[in-house]
Each structure stands twice: as structure tokens, then as C-alpha cells.
């Protein structure tokens, strides 16, 4: 089975500061997705980003960036000059083959502050 | 381009009743469509993934004959909650996937309340 950890349950940032938010995951499959996703007060759920485990290059979106260290089982984002429609919910989730399905962390909760 | 519709966005109904919850992928065509609940300050539990022309495959402990799934095209899938009781009222979300089912692009939700 996949499990995803988020430990950070709230962050808060300044804007146009960086924030990183942390993921840690475990799955015992060579082949699978990681992906960020965000989810605003509207609660509409939005893909920021995704890698694949195959794939050594950090996978980057605009000003969010992922840290992929898969010998660590490690999938954090990096959010460069924050804004304040960055405040959200971000949940980290993961897809393998034989489960066929997402798992999703806990979420962890951003609020960018002027 | 990946536009997912759900309708109602909101609904209230009594205790007993039966609520259909649509879910629509508007430009693409989804081969598989997913379901999910959300509580409060919660994360996202799957209910159950939605293929087309097939039966839905539901996860542990959901209850297949009180969360009805129908997948009747590409574009469109249904979660009928049956005999609705106070305990069902939740943020319901589906997904679609286009690409593959790993990449799932998200409806905006349909909050059920059941008095």
C-alpha cells in the first residue's frame, strides 16, 4: 500500500517571499506519479504540479518548483515569490499502477500574508 | 483545455430521499472518472473509480447499493446517494482523467446537506 505524509499541517508566508512545503512518501513500486495539488477557499481542487519517478529532473510550474529525492522518498514544493492567491490548501498525492488510484496526504495549509 | 462540471453545487434534502450528483468532463473525453469525499479540514477519500460502459470498482467500506455510480458515456458520470441520512452530508468531488488515469483534473463539488 501507498502512503503520503505531510507533517506541516499550517505554513504562513509573506508575499513575495519562498515557502517550501514537505511530503514524504512510501510505496514499494519502481513506477508512479507525484503530483501537488491546491485548493483554495472555493475548495475547487487545482493541479500545481507532477513528476514522474522516472524522470531524475525536477519537475518546475511557473514559480512552483518540486525537490524530487527519490532514494529519500521525499516530494517537496517550493513556492517562489509568493502571492496572495497562493493562500490554500496544498495536498501532496500519489498514483502507482497497481493501485490505480490517488492517495492523498493530509494537506497542509498556506496563508500568504502581507 | 480540462474542464470538469458537477451539478448541484449545492443541494439540501430530507432524510430518506435520493440525490443524484452529476459529473461532466466538458472538453475532453474521460475513459475513467472518480469520486470522492471530502469532511471538514479533511482530506480526500475515494469512494469508488468510474469506468465507461463497466461497472464502478468501489473502495473498502463504501457501500455500493446506497452510492450509486453510473458512467454512461465519455463525458459523463453519476453518484446517486439512496436514502439519504444526516450522516451522508459531505463535500462530494469527482475527477476525470484524460491523458491517464494517474492525472486527474477535478470538478468544483457538490456540498450535500441532509436534514
Known amino acids: 500500500a501507498q502512503t503520503v505524509t505531510q507533517s506541516q499541517p499550517e505554513m504562513s508566508v509573506q508575499e513575495a517571499e519562498t515557502v517550501t512545503l514537505s511530503c514524504t512518501y512510501d510505496t514499494s513500486e519502481s513506477n508512479y506519479y507525484l503530483f501537488w495539488y491546491k485548493q483554495p477557499p472555493s475548495r475547487q481542487m487545482i493541479l500545481v504540479i507532477r513528476?514522474?519517478?522516472?524522470?531524475?529532473q525536477n519537475a518546475t510550474e511557473n514559480r512552483f518548483s518540486v525537490n524530487f529525492q527519490k532514494a529519500a522518498k521525499s516530494f517537496s514544493l517550493k513556492i517562489s515569490d509568493s502571492q496572495l492567491g497562493d493562500t490554500a490548501m496544498y495536498f501532496c498525492?500519489?498514483?502507482?499502477?497497481?493501485?490505480?488510484?490517488?492517495?492523498f496526504g493530509t494537506g497542509t495549509r498556506l496563508q500568504v500574508t502581507l | 483545455g480540462a474542464v470538469v462540471s458537477q451539478h448541484p453545487s449545492r443541494v439540501i434534502c430530507k432524510s430518506g430521499t435520493s440525490v443524484k450528483i452529476e459529473c461532466r468532463s466538458l472538453?475532453?473525453?474521460?475513459?475513467?472518472m472518480f469520486w470522492y469525499r471530502q469532511f471538514p479540514k479533511k482530506s480526500l477519500m475515494l469512494m469508488a473509480t468510474s469506468n465507461e460502459g463497466s461497472k464502478a470498482t468501489y473502495e473498502q467500506g463504501v457501500e455500493k447499493d446506497k452510492f450509486l455510480i453510473n458512467h454512461a458515456s465519455l463525458t459523463l458520470s453519476t453518484l446517486t446517494v439512496t436514502s439519504a441520512h444526516p450522516e451522508d452530508s459531505s463535500f462530494y468531488i469527482c475527477?476525470?482523467?484524460?491523458?491517464?488515469?494517474?492525472?486527474?483534473?477535478f470538478g468544483p463539488g457538490t456540498r450535500l446537506t441532509v436534514l
Open positions: 513528476q514522474e519517478a522516472y524522470k531524475q
Open positions: 472538453d475532453f473525453q474521460a475513459t475513467t
Open positions: 475527477s476525470a482523467s484524460r491523458e491517464g488515469p494517474d492525472t486527474q483534473y
Open positions: 498525492a500519489a498514483f502507482t499502477g497497481t493501485a490505480s488510484k490517488l492517495t
